[in-house]
């Protein structure tokens, strides 16, 4: 099946840091997204990124769509404590015509100190 | 807002039980899926319901079944519990149409001594 590479697998940063993580895959991707899972609790959507190119903001998040499609970034400037927890990466599986069916990627753990 | 409640958050059982994991939505979603979270692998896709009575398999199926008799409702069976499915299981839900987002429940933590 479908597979998504993230890198890095953990971050250690300093509060007021920027964060950049992303994804790759072996396989062209018509829809990116990106999940935040807080500490003992299910991920949810940050962002989602539709076409080719695309960059996306939310807060002090922003999310790009790979120019190849086959990959992803999500940047976090100035972080603060509140940032931590799990980002996912995530695309719909092959074939899929809703978000339903998605691969994600490893995760990446993100701590911030203060 | 969508609320997806899985009934446990932790379980503990033993090898060779039998055992549901339970997990209602709010929002009359006609999707929903069982994922299995492992440190290092992400989110995998066990299996998958589009509507009442309809289920189809994810990427890692095997040793799981699961049932969903009513709309807001998907259940996942353990016919019979083995270490290697102790793990954080995650229920989600969304509409069936393209730009649909899923929506998470807060997990159940399954250990099997």
């Known amino acids: 099946g479908q597979q998504l590479n993230q890198s890095p697998q953990s971050m250690f940063i300093q509060e007021g840091e920027d964060v950049s993580m992303n994804c790759t895959s072996s396989?062209?991707?018509?829809?990116w997204l990106w999940y935040k899972q807080d500490p003992g609790e299910g991920p949810v959507l940050l962002i989602a990124?539709?076409?080719?190119?695309e960059l996306t903001s939310n807060g002090r998040l922003t999310a790009q769509f790979g120019i190849t499609r086959k990959d992803s970034f999500l940047n976090i400037s100035a972080s603060i404590p509140s940032d931590v927890g799990i980002y996912f990466c995530?695309?719909?599986?092959?074939?899929?015509?809703?978000?339903?069916?998605?691969?994600f990627g490893q995760g990446t753990i993100l701590t911030v100190h203060p | 807002d969508v609320k997806v409640t899985q009934s446990s958050r932790y379980l503990v059982k033993r090898t060779g039980e039998k055992v549901f994991l339970e997990c209602v939505q709010d929002m009359d979603h006609e999707n929903m899926f069982w994922y299995r979270q492992d440190p290092g692998l992400g989110l995998r896709l066990i299996y998958f319901?589009?509507?009442?009575?309809?289920?189809e398999k994810g990427d890692i199926p095997e040793g799981y079944s699961v049932s969903r008799e009513k709309k807001e409702r998907f259940s996942l069976i353990l016919e019979s519990a083995s270490t290697n499915q102790t793990s954080m299981y995650l229920c989600a839900s969304n509409r069936g149409s393209y730009n649909s987002p899923l929506h998470f429940g807060n997990g159940t933590r399954l250990t099997v001594t």
């Open positions: 995530a695309g719909p599986n092959a074939g899929g015509t809703s978000y339903g069916k998605l691969t």
């Open positions: 319901s589009y509507d009442v009575k309809m289920k």
């Open positions: 990124l539709y076409k080719a190119g």
């Open positions: 396989s062209i991707f018509n829809t």
